[in-house]
């Protein structure tokens, strides 16, 4: 190898003498003499854009040919980074920078070096607001009328991005940016987050060159399921690990990659954290800062924080309160207990909130470190709704009773107080803190027809494109106007055509006008908004709406025909505070006739105000990969199987088979389980022993064991569980097999009826995430070998199926209402 090498060495220095030595030839001397080709400017209205078609050469040597111009997509010169940070759940009335009793010093910098806008609005839901995001279309355009596991077969509503409206990211990277995503998406199909896909929604096929983070509406933020393009990661046994910081840390490798390789090419980020959406998971140090600090309660912290946010100018001087929903109770009127346990829940609220914008600053200070934050244009949206009220009245230590018909009493939650945002409990504080953080407006999270479920706090730091520092601007616009905003800076023409497919026009519209004049009048002068029912129109400072149903409320409050309308004159009423609906009959006709106009235009018909029935595919047309599915088979490896992809043995008899091979030394490990600590069960081996536990919402826990080691070689476990019936998420006694042999029965008192996880999957020949049970630890892989894993279905008692199919409803019902 060394003497071939050497031999090569002596060859190219040969070479290079003889080419010093040779005369360009007079073709090549003159051609080099010509001026060089120029290309034309690139249509950027197609995506991608095409490549120019020469004439094929009829030069014989290249030494005597001049190539073309070289075709490569750059984006326009100068064009910015981008940066959008999408904090979750986060009310008007909770941050600092808009004079909330969370302290976020990343965004009060950005607002004070910045812009900050104080009529900003969103859809007052998750997935309709990314989806709207992300592409500058309305979320029905979208067809994300509500969240993916609400989907049905109409338009509009159907869970699936049409072509025909690109992502944002896409247009950005076939323009010659390079695009990034970390944190939460969800904004695929909830049926298609599995190995059969397809997976052309999955952000790495939605326009982003990298992902990294979790898809669905939450996770558990110490033992996250996450995704690193469209592989599944593999968590660190770092005890102290937490997702955002893992998120953090990814984004910020990816940037300093990114510019370190290609300087002078733009980048796109999404930075859209966990935090703040249930569950409320944050160490200790960050809920520390907060203790004592609300002990006064939701109602005197409302009155706080609009003395705060008329003292920034954030609302005008004069502006009143918005009524308390009588739902929530009175601070003075609770229980000392109930004071204790509300005021923690909002400590460790308040502690995840400033843990996630210090973790913003540390992405925000690596990219100056860069030398490019200057041309770094950075949006720090202060919530994708309003604050979350589905915690209910108390509040919740794991989320997943609620979802089971389980209620938890304060004197129960109290007993985790010190747990409350550890790794132990899946917690959501009680809806009165929502209504709080949405201060000045009455209503929160979900209620589409109140500022407080759409209006969000917004920062805008460009400090080469934007001369004003600490400036409000108070010009309407809505989260389909960041898109625009961006292609504006960046000088892209919105596209015509992506991929082939002709484009839906952008609906938003851009902000760039904003930047340099502050009393400029708004161009966003007519915007819908609809979510199960909850629907308003806002036209040039009026705003009609109706509230068809609260956050908290199961059941519509009346018929969609008969739902009783407000309106507001918001350019006088910031706060929603003064219904005009009596008083001005003709304005609110003109505005209800106005939304059934924009509702056409936007695919926004038929209201869909169903909940329970949404839940069933079947019933609403929603694709559902089990069904009519009696049997199930799986293999080794399989992981991450959510609840919308794996076979659904609630509330009936079945059986778990597994065809194994025991080594001669033993096997230990998990043959297949399903979701963790916070409910589910395990099939698993343990010195040797076949076991099967039950985890009845983390609060009880049965195990069926075996007492002998099954034996090495071939061999079939099956576990039988015979459901007792008569009702929903009733008990039954199991049963091990070994071989044939019946070798342990057991009872299993409980069962969850409805869900077991949201994020927590099941796995084949491990249990990842958090453990069933705490007899072993994550992930606890199999050391034997595999062959499969079948569940096999019986057949339920015609009334067991009723109830049970009601309960799902139900159960999905609740479900999506927190999401």
Known sequence: MMRRNTIFHMITLALAA????????????????????????????????????????????????????????????????????????????????????????????????????????????????????????????????????????????????????????????????????????????????????????WPTRSGFDKFYGFLGGETNQWAPLLYDGMNQVELPTDPNYHFMTDMTDQAIKWVQAEKSLTPDKPFFIYFAPGATHAPHHVPKAWIAKYKGKFDQGWDKLREETLARQIKLGVVPAGTKLAPKPEAIKDWAALTPDEKKLFARQMEVFAGFGEYADAEIGRLIRAIEATGHLGNTLIFYIVGDNGSSAEGGMNGLFNEYTYFNGVHETVEEILKHYDELGGPTTYPHFAAGWAVAGDTPFTWTKQVASSYGGTRNGMAIHWPRGIAAKGELRSQWHHVIDIAPTILEAAGLPGPKSVNGTAQTPIEGVSMVYTFADSKAPSRHTTQYFEIFGNRAIYRDGWLAGTVHRAAWEFKARRPLEDDIWELYDTRTDFSLANDLAAKNPGKLKELQDLFLKEAVKYSVLPLDDRLTERFVAATVGRPDLMAGRTSLTVYDGMKGMSENVFINLKNKSHTITAEVEIPKNGADGVILAQAGRFGGWSFYLKDGKPAYTYNWLGLQRYTVAGTQAVPAGKATLRFDFAYDGGGLGKGGTGTLFVNGKNVATGRIEKTQFAIFSADEGADVGADEGTPVTEAYKVPFKFTGKIDKVTIDLKEMKTADKEKAETARKEAGMKKALSD
């Not at 209205?45 to 030069?59: A, D, F, G, N």
């Not at 049409?162 to 390079?178: F, I, K, Q, T």
């Not at 939460?184 to 298609?192: F, I, M, N, Q, R």
Request: one cysteine or more.
């Open 18 to 201: 003889f080419l010093s030595t040779v005369p360009p030839s007079p073709v090549a001397a003159q051609q080099a003499a010509a001026p060089a080709q120029v290309a034309p400017p690139p249509d950027r209205t197609v995506l991608p854009i095409p490549e120019p078609r020469y004439p094929h050469s009829t030069v014989f040597n290249a030494r005597n040919a001049t190539p073309p111009p070289r075709f490569e997509v750059k984006a326009p010169a100068n064009a910015p980074n981008v940066l959008i940070v999408l904090i979750d759940d986060m009310g008007f009335g909770q941050s600092s920078a808009f004079g909330g009793p969370v302290n976020m010093p990343t965004v009060d910098r950005l607002a004070n070096a910045g812009l900050r806008y104080n009529e900003f609005h969103t859809t007052a839901l998750c997935s309709p607001t990314r989806a709207a995001l992300l592409s500058g279309r309305n979320h029905h355009m979208n067809n994300m009328g509500s969240i993916t596991e609400t989907a049905t077969a109409v338009p509009g509503q159907t869970g699936q991005r049409p072509n025909s409206v690109a992502p944002l990211a896409e247009m950005l990277r076939l323009n010659g940016y390079s695009t990034a995503a970390f944190g939460k998406s969800h904004e695929t199909a909830a049926w298609e987050v599995s190995p059969s896909g397809p997976t052309d929604r």
